[in-house]
């Protein structure tokens, strides 16, 4: 059973940084695309980015392309989410999930079959 924790969301000022991450147990992680998506309060869930299994190719939203960098560490089992230049409208749960096998870095949700619990990232202005 694959179990996606996430960690690092907490309150930053606009402009500040967070980094996020996401620690997968169980199952190959090397050999899965990872995502992140996040949900404001009262919208649906929307994607941020994605990585493939090398980590070679990665899609992000237009929302925050150049501000946000998703990486990975296969040897750690896990992933980030480096974010900078934050914006009130980044309010909201980020959460991480694992895609398909040795797939494109897609950033359509239902790709994605195992889901973190989410971590809290608010913004103020």
């Known amino acids: 059973q694959v179990q996606l924790v996430e960690s690092g969301g907490g309150l930053v000022q606009a402009g500040g940084s967070l980094s996020l991450s996401c620690a997968a147990s169980?199952?190959?992680?090397?050999?899965?695309?990872m995502g992140w998506f996040r949900q404001a309060a009262g919208k649906e869930r929307v994607f941020v980015a994605s990585?493939?299994?090398?980590?070679?190719?990665?899609s992000y939203a237009d929302s925050v392309r150049g501000r946000f960098t998703i990486s990975r560490d296969n040897a750690k089992n896990t992933v980030y989410l480096q974010m900078s230049s934050l914006k009130p409208e980044d309010t909201a749960v980020y959460y991480c999930?694992?895609?398909?096998?040795?797939?494109?870095?897609?950033?359509?949700?239902?790709?994605?079959?195992?889901w973190g619990q989410g971590t809290q990232v608010t913004v103020s202005s």
């Open positions: 999930a694992r895609g398909p096998a040795f797939g494109i870095a897609t950033m359509w949700a239902r790709d994605y079959n195992t």
């Open positions: 169980g199952g190959t992680f090397g050999t899965y695309v």
């Open positions: 990585i493939t299994t090398t980590g070679g190719s990665r």
